[in-house]
């Protein structure tokens, strides 16, 4: 298949999905940082991941140049977040807001669950999540989502889950089978 997977990642939970879904499709899981390795015009169907930061998706921006630069490219995007995918009011808000119509109509997108690792931020990411934390801390004693969200991160988890990048696959080779047209 005529594919590639590009993604950004920090703390390494939106590339270990990359990669499953590299592996699944035997195709590169390539950063968009890599910008010598990579060249999205060369791939008939391109699966992006970005990670949410305060509401907004690391590598949003590449994802529009991208569909712009490479009209002839289908696009399936997935997104990661520390959000549990359960959460379906704050997840729709999220995705409808990083992929807004009528931009993205027909794009396929998908929200993976990532994890939380604070070591392994950036210094500046440190120095915010210590602020969000503090945040935090007043809005849990109201609010059982921000308590369950504080803990979480305080803590740090995985949930990354290889079963769940099955449909990100499915929609990447129906899409490469000439299925449906350019998204
Ligand atoms: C500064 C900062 C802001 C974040 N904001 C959000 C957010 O708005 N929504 C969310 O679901 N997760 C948020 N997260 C969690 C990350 O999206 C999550 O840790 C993700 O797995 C990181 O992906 P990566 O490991 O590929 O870098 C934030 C993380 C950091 C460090």
Request: include cysteine; glycine fraction near 8%.
């Amino acid at each position: 298949m005529n594919a590639v997977v590009a993604y950004s990642s920090q703390t390494e939970f939106t590339k270990r999905y990359a990669e499953w879904i590299a592996e699944d499709l035997g195709c590169e899981a390539v950063s968009i940082d890599d910008e010598k390795r990579f060249d999205a015009g060369a791939f008939d169907v391109v699966v992006f991941g970005g990670w949410f930061h305060a509401a907004s998706l690391v590598g949003g921006k590449w994802l529009r140049r991208a569909r712009e630069e490479h009209p002839h490219a289908k696009f399936v995007a997935f997104a990661v977040g520390a959000t549990p995918a359960e959460w379906a009011d704050m997840v729709d808000e999220a995705m409808g807001r990083e992929f807004p119509s009528p931009e993205f109509d027909g794009m396929p997108r998908f929200y993976l669950r990532g994890g939380f690792a604070y070591e392994r931020l950036s210094m500046p990411n440190k120095l915010a999540m210590k602020l969000f934390f503090k945040m935090q801390e007043k809005q849990a004693a109201t609010d059982p989502r921000a308590a369950e969200m504080l803990e979480g991160m305080r803590g740090g988890f995985d949930a990354t889950d290889r079963a769940a990048v099955a449909p990100v696959v499915a929609c990447a080779r129906e899409l490469a089978c000439g299925e449906g047209t350019r998204v």
